[in-house]
Every structure is written in C-alpha cells, then in structure tokens.
C-alpha cells in the first residue's frame, strides 16, 4: 500500500544521500549539480515522511483519493532512486583508487542531471498535487458535490445502467480475435486516438462494447461510457453527451472534481452552450491541467449512428480527435457504429493517423459461426437445465445446432432472437424449437397480436383464424394514401407473392409416404385422424391448399414460373398425396385446371 511504498522510497532515498554526500567533498565542478540533486532528493524524501505520517496518524482518510496515485508514484520513484544508486555507488576499481588517496569522479555529465532533475520535479508535482487535491476535497467536497450535481447526466448512457443489465457480454472463448485487437490498440502507446469498429446491423456490435467497457472498468481504465439507443429520450441524441462524460470522469477521476466544478462556476450558462464549448471547458482542459499522472484512459461510445444527428456526429468525433495532444492523463476512444458512408459519420474528414477502424461483418464466416454456435450451445444449454426437460437426452442435437447456425448466416441478433423465442414463458421449449421456420418463417405471433386485439379478433383456440373487426383497418393497411408512414402500408401484391414463395418452399418439403404408413393401398378412411394431424400440420396444409391463389394475386416474375416448373417436375405427386390424406384432391384438380 502507500505506507510500504513510502518506507522503500525513504529508504533507497537515504542511500542515494549517503552516496551523493561522499562525492561532495572531492567533487570540483560538479558541487552546484550534487546539491541540486541532494536538495531534490531530499525533498521528495520528506514528502514520503509526510506520506508515512499521514498514513499511520489520523489522517490516513484524507488519502482516499490519491492512494493509487501515491502507490504508482513510489513504486516508479523506487526504481528511478535503485538504478541512480547502481551508478553511484563506487565500483571496485573506484574503491581501490579511494584507498591510494585518489578521488572520486562524479560519474553524472551535466546532462543527466538535468533529466534526473526534471524527471524528480515531474514526481514532487504529482506527490503535492496529490495530497492538496485530498485535503482539497475534505474542505470543497460538499460544494464541488453541488457544482457536479447539476451536471445533466443522460439516463441510460452507462455501460452499467440498469437498462442493459440483461443484455449479453461476449461468451469467454468467443470473438476472441477482435477483443484482442481492441486490447492491444489500447495497450500500445503509439496506437491512434480512435478505434471505429463497424459493422452491419446484428453483427454484435453492441455486445463487444459492453464487453470491452467491463473489462477497461476492471483493469480501472474505463473513463466513460455512452451507449446511443434511437428512440430512447436522452440517449438518442447528442444533447446532454459531453455533460454526461464529464459527469462520469469526476466519478472516475477525483482529482478531475475540482478542475471541473471550477469549470462550470466560471463559465455559469456552460450547460446551455454548444458541444464544442462544453467539450473544451468541462473535459479538454480539466485532463490537460490535471495533476501530472501518467495514466490511459478509454472512452467507450456505442452505436454513434443511433444519435439523431449527423451534424452533431460529425462534431463529436473532431472535438475527441483533439484527444491526441493530451500528455499526462491520456484519452482515447472506443466507437462503434454501422458502416454507414464514412463521410456522413465524418470518419474521413479525421486524418488517418487520427482513427484505426475494423468491420466487423468482414470476419470470416466459418469464424462467426463457431462463435454462433458456441453461443446456442451455451444458452439453450441454460434452458436445458431449467425443470422439466430430461437432462439425459442431448436436446438440441447436433444437426439442429447446425441448422440454426446455417439460418443466423453471420448474425448474433438472429441467434440471439431464437433464444429468447426458445426460452419464451409460455410454451415448452421444444415446441417453440419446432416452430421456428414454418409458413412464414416467423416465430408464432400471439404476443404481437395480444396488443392489437383493438382491431382484430383473436381467437382463443389458434387453428382459427384472426378476424379484422371492421375492414376500415384492411384499407388502412392497404391504401398508401391512407397509411400516411409507409412503415406501416402492406403491399398486397408484393405480400401475396411472398406467401407463394413460403408456400413452394414448404411443398418442396414433402416427400413420398408422409404419415409413415408403409402401406401404399390403404384407404384414407381407415388412417386415424390424429396421424394425419401429426405429420400434416397447419402450415402445409394450408400450402398445399392456397399456394395457387396467392400466385394469381401476386406480381410474379420469371423465376416464380421456374418455381412452379420446379414444382410440378419434382414434387406434383407428393402434393397430391398430402391432398388426399387432407380430402382435398378435388381441390387440386380444379387448381391444376386454374393453372
């Protein structure tokens, strides 16, 4: 701790005197450069005294904000006073001349004295600042507490705010590469000032920066962190963003509370004025005047293009770009974004030294689907072990697991989805693993249609189907003119050919002997019912009986006639035999006519 980094500073100190001293007498030109160094040396071991006083007396509490910055300063203080001594102290060859009554040679030119002077002035700043800035806060805290109190703080915008606690980190042993990347731009000291890693929407970019803001948070490295989120108040636009990082340094950096709160007492209307004002008086200088402690700090940013404005994304990233010329407590800056045109995000207006960017849909696909399928292995895993499934049976197989990883092609948002939709409260697991992919390819519906039941009439049993209450809302959905957003307008033709699609994907499918039966003259009449509802469920019954008329009212092209050709070249006879077993081949002869 501080004590035991005091005892070796004062320590090593008192040799390196001791040396200091015997070459003072024999010293001729170096007398001035000795008692410099001594009066330095001297003044840095009283202040470790002090250090030592402070922490065995009362007032070890008033340590509370610099302790770690004590530490670091004694640790480096410690090797800096050990390798001075190593060159003081006198070799054999030197003993042996001292005892022919030759002199000592001062071993240091002029030159090395300066640096070890400016080197030791560096910490003697840092050490006073310190403890000031601790007696500072006992006397200042309540009013510095008030200044920073009114520091607009965006609800949501931390990393650890309530909001994201359920959301997903990375998986230990996935995305392994990209998270070492991030790790080593920090680490390095020559790496640029930004790291823009982009990537297409549900490629995972949130849940790296989650990620990557425990672990800098962990190492205590994490400065700030801002997660925009469209559409959700304060975090969806730039507004409060300098206000909140600046409140969130303070927490983060106490030596920072004084410098910011002088900040917003100086400039008293600072949080109505501009992003680059606030960015300049709250954050760029309060870490250029900071207390010298040499320290790299990250700011984490996610989904910049979530914020509502271009313009002010434009500007964000010039006035952290400044960041670089920041010596003592150093900045840099974590952001992720979608690939939007570098230009509108105002990427390519920075220099390239400025940013290191990474795209993350880039990656190569075999690579995301390890870490996709380590992810479904993992949560249904989770599901697995909750009541009611055997714990005997693998559940999903193997093959299944493929299979979801082949549907998510590169996307954790899709795996991410079909886990929740597994996991869903009310239906068995495996149900709702059997769900995914049927006729519209979508998960079942009844929690979306719950909050509609104002326009539809939903059914309690679902083998019936859903009613509009008043065909004013089928002309809602239908007319563009109507449906004044076009998010909302149903293009019926465009729909229609779509459930043809479905439908032909469906009935491709079938296959000879769809009940299993084994006996190829059996009468219909003499299959039992629940059979033929097992093996035909809903969704192909209702392709096999309606894939024709949703052809004739959609806008087909080429390639639906192919799917027809397709069809009738290899799955005609199975559609015939799925149409028997559900009494509908007059059905398909007036449908073959139709076509």
């Given at each position: 701790?501080?004590?035991?980094?005091?005892?070796?500073?004062?320590?090593?100190?008192?040799?390196?005197?001791s040396?200091?001293?015997?070459?003072?007498?024999?010293?001729k030109?170096?007398?001035?450069?000795?008692?410099?160094?001594?009066?330095?040396?001297?003044?840095?071991?009283?202040?470790?005294?002090?250090?030592?006083?402070?922490?065995?007396?009362p007032?070890a509490?008033?340590?509370?904000?610099?302790?770690?910055?004590?530490?670091?300063?004694?640790?480096?203080?410690?090797?800096?006073?050990?390798?001075?001594?190593?060159?003081?102290?006198?070799?054999?060859?030197q003993?042996?001349?001292?005892?022919?009554g030759?002199?000592?040679?001062?071993?240091l030119?002029?030159?090395?004295?300066d640096k070890?002077?400016?080197?030791?002035?560096?910490?003697?700043t840092?050490?006073i600042?310190a403890?000031?800035c601790?007696?500072?806060?006992?006397a200042?805290?309540?009013?510095?507490?008030?200044?920073?109190?009114?520091?607009?703080?965006?609800?949501?915008?931390?990393?650890n705010?309530?909001?994201?606690?359920?959301e997903?980190?990375?998986?230990?042993?996935?995305?392994?590469?990209?998270?070492?990347?991030i790790?080593?731009?920090?680490e390095?000291p020559?790496?640029?000032?930004i790291?823009?890693?982009?990537?297409?929407?549900?490629?995972?970019?949130?849940t790296?920066?989650?990620?990557?803001?425990?672990?800098?948070?962990?190492?205590?490295?994490?400065?700030?962190?801002?997660f925009?989120?469209?559409?959700?108040?304060?975090?969806?636009?730039?507004?409060?963003?300098?206000?909140?990082i600046?409140?969130?340094?303070?927490r983060?950096?106490p030596?920072?509370?004084?410098?910011?709160?002088?900040?917003?007492?100086?400039?008293?209307?600072i949080?109505k004025?501009?992003?680059?004002?606030?960015?300049?008086?709250?954050?760029l200088?309060?870490?250029?005047?900071?207390?010298?402690?040499?320290?790299?700090?990250?700011?984490?940013?996610d989904?910049?293009?979530?914020?509502?404005?271009?313009?002010?994304?434009?500007?964000?990233?010039?006035?952290?770009?400044?960041?670089?010329?920041?010596?003592?407590?150093?900045?840099?800056?974590?952001?992720?974004?979608?690939?939007?045109?570098?230009?509108?995000?105002?990427f390519?207006?920075?220099?390239?030294?400025?940013?290191?960017?990474?795209?993350?849909?880039?990656?190569?696909?075999?690579?995301?689907?390890?870490?996709?399928?380590?992810?479904?292995?993992?949560?249904?895993?989770?599901?697995?072990?909750?009541p009611?499934?055997?714990?005997?049976?693998?559940?999903?197989?193997?093959?299944t697991?493929?299979?979801?990883?082949?549907?998510?092609?590169g996307?954790?948002?899709?795996?991410?989805?079909?886990?929740?939709f597994?996991?869903?409260?009310?239906?068995?697991?495996?149900?709702?693993?059997?769900?995914?992919?049927?006729?519209?390819?979508?998960?079942?519906?009844?929690?979306?249609?719950?909050?509609l039941?104002?326009?539809l009439?939903?059914?309690e049993?679902?083998?019936?189907?859903?009613?509009?209450?008043?065909?004013?809302f089928r002309?809602?959905?239908?007319?563009?003119?109507?449906?004044?957003?076009?998010?909302?307008w149903i293009?019926?033709?465009?729909n229609?050919i779509?459930?043809?699609?479905?439908?032909?994907w469906?009935?491709?499918?079938?296959?000879?002997?769809?009940?299993d039966?084994?006996?190829p003259?059996?009468?219909?009449?003499?299959?039992?019912?629940?059979?033929?509802?097992?093996?035909?469920?809903?969704?192909?019954?209702?392709?096999?009986?309606?894939?024709?008329?949703?052809?004739?009212?959609?806008?087909?092209n080429?390639?639906?006639?192919?799917?027809i050709?397709r069809?009738?070249?290899?799955?005609?006879?199975?559609?015939?035999?799925?149409?028997?077993?559900?009494?509908?081949?007059?059905?398909?002869?007036?449908?073959v006519?139709?076509?």
């Amino acid at each position: 701790g501080a004590m035991d980094g005091a005892i070796a500073v004062v320590q090593v100190a008192g040799q390196v005197l001791s040396l200091c001293w015997k070459y003072y007498s024999d010293a001729k030109n170096a007398k001035s450069d000795i008692e410099r160094l001594i009066r330095n040396v001297e003044a840095l071991k009283g202040l470790f005294q002090d250090v030592q006083a402070l922490a065995k007396g009362p007032g070890a509490a008033k340590l509370v904000a610099s302790k770690e910055l004590i530490e670091r300063t004694a640790l480096e203080l410690e090797q800096e006073f050990k390798a001075l001594r190593k060159i003081l102290e006198p070799g054999k060859r030197q003993g042996i001349l001292k005892s022919f009554g030759r002199r000592l040679r001062w071993p240091l030119q002029k030159e090395d004295v300066d640096k070890i002077f400016q080197l030791l002035e560096r910490h003697k700043t840092t050490l006073i600042t310190a403890m000031n800035c601790d007696q500072m806060y006992e006397a200042d805290s309540q009013e510095q507490q008030k200044c920073l109190s009114r520091l607009p703080d965006a609800e949501g915008a931390a990393y650890n705010h309530r909001l994201w606690e359920h959301e997903d980190r990375c998986l230990p042993g996935t995305r392994i590469d990209i998270c070492q990347q991030i790790m080593d731009w920090f680490e390095d000291p020559k790496g640029e000032c930004i790291f823009w890693l982009n990537g297409m929407a549900g490629t995972g970019k949130s849940t790296i920066s989650r990620t990557v803001a425990w672990d800098l948070a962990e190492k205590k490295r994490l400065a700030a962190s801002f997660f925009f989120s469209r559409g959700r108040g304060d975090i969806s636009h730039a507004g409060q963003f300098f206000t909140t990082i600046a409140a969130q340094l303070a927490r983060s950096l106490p030596a920072l509370r004084p410098l910011i709160s002088k900040a917003i007492e100086e400039n008293f209307d600072i949080l109505k004025q501009g992003l680059s004002e606030q960015w300049k008086h709250l954050i760029l200088n309060p870490l250029k005047n900071a207390p010298a402690q040499s320290i790299q700090l990250v700011v984490v940013i996610d989904a910049l293009d979530e914020c509502d404005n271009y313009d002010d994304i434009r500007l964000i990233l010039k006035l952290l770009a400044q960041a670089k010329c920041l010596q003592t407590i150093r900045l840099r800056v974590f952001v992720t974004s979608r690939p939007e045109t570098p230009i509108l995000l105002g990427f390519r207006n920075l220099r390239g030294e400025a940013y290191q960017d990474f795209v993350l849909h880039d990656i190569p696909l075999s690579t995301v689907n390890q870490d996709i399928s380590a992810y479904f292995r993992n949560k249904l895993s989770l599901v697995k072990s909750e009541p009611g499934l055997s714990s005997s049976t693998p559940w999903p197989d193997e093959p299944t697991i493929q299979r979801l990883v082949e549907k998510a092609a590169g996307l954790f948002i899709y795996a991410a989805t079909i886990y929740r939709f597994i996991r869903d409260d009310y239906n068995s697991p495996e149900e709702q693993l059997s769900e995914i992919a049927k006729l519209l390819r979508l998960p079942t519906i009844s929690k979306t249609l719950a909050s509609l039941r104002s326009v539809l009439n939903v059914p309690e049993v679902e083998s019936q189907p859903i009613r509009l209450f008043h065909p004013s809302f089928r002309d809602f959905l239908l007319d563009p003119q109507r449906c004044l957003d076009s998010r909302f307008w149903i293009d019926q033709k465009e729909n229609h050919i779509n459930l043809f699609r479905e439908c032909m994907w469906i009935l491709s499918e079938l296959r000879q002997d769809l009940c299993d039966l084994r006996e190829p003259g059996v009468s219909v009449d003499d299959i039992q019912e629940n059979i033929i509802q097992q093996h035909i469920p809903a969704h192909i019954r209702y392709a096999c009986r309606y894939w024709l008329s949703h052809f004739q009212l959609g806008n087909a092209n080429q390639k639906d006639l192919d799917r027809i050709l397709r069809f009738l070249e290899q799955d005609f006879l199975h559609w015939l035999e799925a149409l028997s077993l559900i009494r509908g081949v007059s059905n398909g002869v007036l449908m073959v006519r139709a076509l």
